[in-house]
């Protein structure tokens, strides 16, 4: 079970700064950047906040900057030293890569005393330390634990301001130093000077080159030291950079942003189509080298853009760019609406049929009204919604909202069934009835909403605390500077500048929750067919029976409540029944969330049901579920049905998913699956599907369209694709119903 | 549920006067037995479908590539599989209507196939009705091998049929299906004279019917551009595993690898 696991990253912190461990050479001189960045914080440690980050700045920029490299169009490659300041990409404000200087040490003991200077310089000075150091003893026991990816816990606290997404537009229309007047009084003043400096030091870097590319790059550079940008490249290359030094990797509308530079280039003849798809491949392949993961959103489309004729011509440009590059980044993503150019549409069904799953399609008509409620803002705002990473949406540059809650909902229900007892810790985490105390239903749904509420509530107050500590670190100069509010208010934009400041708690195990309580349901309170404590039981067993089977190969057989649990009806299949045990979840968790805003002094908090590995990583400590998940096993993901257990096709899939409130929320996913035959002959046929989702309230769509390896995946684990149709010859079939030789005929035809 | 568990006989639940299937009541005009609905089916018809698989079939072609299909009851694999359940019009049309949007955007709508979906002739010709009532686009994939009558009787309910053409010659066509096609060619020429829509499907079967013959005959009907289309489809031989699973020797023919030869 562990194999496939294994190949899961359990994390992405200090996936930068390991590059340092390569060599002697090259660790010595990245302790001497870290020793730098460590000298000028220590010097201005008692100044104010935006001194000291002034002060950081001066040492990471540009030494962080890496030259560009052949074929790049564009200046700003990064790479993260051992200690530093960044909102996310390596860790929380000033961050400590204590992992890799630790790993350093062993690995070139005759460094050791430097690094362990280092180490205890920060020890308690980095912000995440900082923010946890802050925690009343009370929530420090609702949240003992920031491990995550290795302990069992219903929740965690995470690091980071997630998710801001920048006014580019401000940007480009001001240059800088139009941007450097602005910001002159505030404590963002830094900002241009600091970006003005990695402009020069690229341009001396680039200009030394004698091939054209090098040249370009430099000539670049020297038109935007000050004026704003005037061509596409030149807009591109200031928001790139700026985008760097901000360390934001999830750009927002860049349509609306770029497109009007886009348009005029072209329709002055200053770039021919092809030319501006170089450049625009060229930013999608450093966007790539940026982060490789979850990030790099380029939102296009979609209502309420200041140019949308503009914009849309750079949302057809980036499609193109998806579909010429194939690559897993930027997350193309785009809004849809029923009035939109009818050729966006048809570009992106061309690049998901081929294969590259981008765009991810959003449905504003859906969407705007219901983050309207949800974050309880005008439409105009809404409007503005900007998925990031995973699937969260943030107010475009109008608001804050980083996630940094984590909880598993069925290790909610797990600890609810043992007395508020986590039987993979043994830590009691509340004080509640044992299950033999439980003896309706309804007892069961209390007791799993009280675990659930507490901890729901604790989240919100370490998301407080968290932007009280950030605030009280640093201004974030680069991002305030482009948040709507913040120079007004000369406040930075995590301590209150933001016009909206708002937090968000990732959800998991959503639909398995709701599949085991409707069997606990319907098993144990309607028919009778097991006890509470006898469930559990199995339940704590994995579904094996104490005996060994058959006495040989220590083989431990199943036990037969596994089939039962399975058979009771799974969300995603359009089964009314089992599908309002989803909304009654939904409804709840999504709840919970929105009660804590008002308390905690949030402009909303909201829960996030997005997908990433979290669902994989908890189930690892998560045990068997009444709906048939064994132990261990990886969660179902987003908002989706368990793999495997939607078995009635796409329109019962979708008309589940759009049975789930999205006016509560701020932000779900949903991935899908579907043979290439979707996406050529029978195209009408999917965009009818789509369609008619979004007209039925379906908020959003990840497309993959299946290949051999799918269907070998599926010949593997047939329990995970049942939702895999493939064609044979004059019908369609459901892939895991066939034989395994047939099933292998199939596999040979789809050689091709 | 009928339950009638594991028959292997490859017999067929016979058909008396009233065109029921006499098996214990397994089927009338209010419930029948249904093999799978499946939703959003892509080939049984224009746009997305919900393709209702009615069991029973009163033919035995050798390239079958649905034989848990052909009995009116329902079945039990040695897999374990259940083949078949009892449904009532009623509760076939909940699933159905559930996906109303989708056929209104794609223009699409029910079908009913099988088996032969009018070998439970009351149950199927009232789902005909039921959808009809409730403004579905109707198709009935049929093999045509029933009496003309009854099929008068559904024109009126279906929009489109799918309907099977196999072989030209009575002496082929009683060899490879068990039937020699003469009712078969009857009733096309009846549906024809009464102006219904006929998409017409013609498997090609390596050594049956894979030859310039039969391809004359299909383009031969294809010139008179009575038919919606003319579609050949390929053979493949994928009910094999199925016959295995149901306990079942698959017929030996040239399309097939026969068992125990390879």
């Known amino acids: 079970m562990a194999t496939h696991h294994d190949s899961v990253p359990d994390t992405i912190s200090e996936l930068h700064p390991a590059w340092a461990l390569a060599s002697a050479d090259r660790l010595s001189s990245a302790l001497d950047y870290a020793e730098a960045f460590t000298a000028a914080y220590a010097a201005s440690e008692n100044g104010s906040a935006a001194a000291r980050e002034a002060a950081a700045l001066r040492v990471q920029f540009p030494a962080i900057l890496l030259p560009p490299e052949e074929g790049d169009r564009f200046a700003g490659r990064v790479r993260y030293g051992l200690v530093g300041f960044s909102p996310e990409p390596v860790g929380l404000g000033y961050y400590c890569a204590r992992d890799a200087l630790t790993r350093a040490g062993e690995r070139y003991p005759h460094e050791g005393d430097r690094i362990h200077a280092l180490l205890a310089f920060w020890e308690e000075r980095t912000t995440d330390r900082r923010t946890r150091a802050a925690f009343p003893d009370d929530l420090a026991g609702l949240l003992p634990s920031d491990a995550w990816t290795q302990e069992s816990g219903v929740a965690f606290p995470l690091y980071r301001m997630a998710g801001t997404t920048l006014d580019y537009r401000r940007l480009l229309r001001l240059g800088l130093d139009g941007l450097e007047e602005l910001t002159a009084e505030t404590p963002f003043s830094h900002v241009v000077p600091t970006l003005r400096r990695s402009l020069e030091w690229y341009r001396a870097a680039a200009g030394g080159h004698t091939d054209p590319a090098g040249a370009a790059i430099a000539d670049t550079i020297a038109a935007i030291l000050h004026a704003p940008p005037a061509t596409y490249r030149q807009a591109i290359q200031l928001f790139w950079l700026y985008a760097l030094h901000a360390g934001t990797w999830n750009y927002g509308r860049l349509d609306d942003a770029l497109g009007p530079f886009l348009a005029a280039d072209l329709d002055d003849g200053r770039l021919t189509e092809e030319e501006a798809l170089d450049l625009t491949v060229s930013l999608w392949r450093l966007m790539q080298a940026y982060d490789n993961q979850f990030n790099n959103r380029v939102i296009v489309g979609g209502i309420g853009r200041s140019n949308p004729v503009a914009a849309d011509r750079f949302a057809l440009m980036a499609i193109e760019a998806t579909r010429r590059l194939r690559g897993n980044q930027p997350q193309l993503s785009l809004r849809c609406s029923a009035d939109q150019d009818r050729r966006l549409w048809e570009r992106a069904m061309d690049a998901i049929g081929e294969g590259t799953t981008f765009p991810i399609l959003y449905n504003d008509d859906v969407n705007v009204p219901a983050v309207a409620r949800a974050f309880g803002v005008e439409e105009s705002i809404a409007a503005e919604y900007t998925p990031f990473g995973c699937g969260e949406y943030v107010l475009g540059p109008h608001s804050e909202g980083s996630p940094n809650g984590v909880i598993n909902l069925m290790k909610a229900l797990e600890v609810a069934l043992h007395g508020g007892v986590d039987p993979w810790s043994g830590r009691r985490v509340a004080a509640l009835p044992e299950a033999t105390e439980l003896t309706s239903f309804e007892a069961v749904w209390d007791v799993y909403c009280t675990v659930v509420d507490m901890h729901v509530a604790a989240l919100a107050r370490h998301q407080m605390i968290e932007y009280e500590v950030v605030a009280a670190e640093a201004p974030f100069g680069f991002i305030s500077a482009l948040t709507a509010g913040c120079i007004e208010h000369g406040t930075g934009a995590f301590a209150g500048g933001a016009e909206h400041r708002g937090g968000t708690i990732e959800t998991y195990g959503n639909t398995n929750t709701a599949d085991s309580l409707h069997a606990i349901d319907e098993l144990v309170f309607s028919r009778g067919v097991v006890s509470l404590p006898e469930l559990v039981r199995v339940l704590d067993a994995d579904f094996q029976l104490d005996h060994e089977a058959g006495g040989s190969g220590g083989q431990r057989e199943t036990h037969p409540l596994l089939n039962a649990c399975l058979a009771v009806a799974k969300y995603g299949n359009d089964d009314d029944v089992a599908d309002r045990m989803a909304q009654r979840v939904h409804a709840q968790v999504c709840g919970a969330a929105r009660e804590q805003a008002p308390r905690v002094g949030l402009d909303s908090y909201l829960v996030v049901i997005i997908n990433n590995w979290a669902n994989t990583i908890l189930g690892r400590r998560t045990g068997a579920g009444a709906d048939g998940r064994r132990a261990g096993a990886p969660m179902a993901n987003g908002n989706n049905p368990t793999p495997g257990m939607d078995r009635t096709g796409p329109t019962a899939v979708l008309n589940s998913l759009a049975k789930l409130d999205p006016t509560v929320h701020a932000g779900a996913v949903q991935n899908m699956k579907f043979s290439r035959e979707w996406f050529g002959g029978m195209r009408a046929k999917m965009d009818a599907l789509l369609k008619t989702y979004f007209r039925s309230g379906g908020t959003q769509a990840m497309i993959t369209v299946v290949d051999r390896g799918d269907l070998e995946a599926a010949m593997r684990e047939p329990e995970k694709w049942g939702h895999l149709m493939v064609r044979v010859g004059g019908f369609s079939v459901r892939f895991v119903d066939l034989p395994p030789a047939a099933q292998q005929e199939i596999l040979q035809r789809t050689l091709y | ?262």
């Open chain 2, 1 to 262: 549920m009928a339950g009638a568990g594991n028959r292997t006989d490859g017999t067929v639940g016979m058909t008396d006067d009233d065109g029921m299937i006499d098996e214990a009541g397994a089927t009338s005009e209010t419930s029948g037995i249904v093999l799978d609905i499946q939703r959003a089916a892509l080939h049984d018809g224009q746009g997305l479908r919900a393709t209702v698989f009615l069991k029973g079939c009163p033919l035995r072609c050798a390239w079958c590539h649905n034989p848990e299909s052909q009995a009116a009851y329902p079945e039990t694999g040695a897999s374990g599989k259940i083949y078949g359940a009892s449904m009532s019009v009623a509760a076939v049309m909940v699933v159905v209507e559930r996906d109303r949007g989708y056929y209104d955007a794609s223009g699409g709508g029910v079908t009913l196939s099988g088996g032969e979906p009018t070998q439970q002739f009351g149950f199927c010709r009232e789902l005909l009705r039921a959808a009809r009532r409730a403004g579905i686009h109707t198709c009935l994939d049929t093999c045509g091998e029933l009496p003309t009558s009854r099929l008068i009787e559904l024109v009126p309910l279906v929009d489109l049929f799918l309907f099977d053409i196999k072989l030209a010659d009575a002496e082929g066509h009683r060899r490879w299906t068990g039937v020699d096609g003469t009712l078969i060619r009857r009733n096309l020429d009846e549906l024809l004279r009464r102006g219904a829509a006929v998409h017409l499907r013609a498997p090609i079967v390596p050594g049956v019917n894979d030859d310039p013959v039969h391809d004359r005959f299909l383009r031969d009907l294809e010139a008179t551009g009575q038919f919606v289309a003319v579609e050949r489809m390929p053979y493949h031989d994928i009910g094999r595993s199925k016959y295995e699973d149901l306990g079942r020797q698959p017929p030996a023919f040239d399309g097939f690898l026969r068992p125990g030869v390879d």
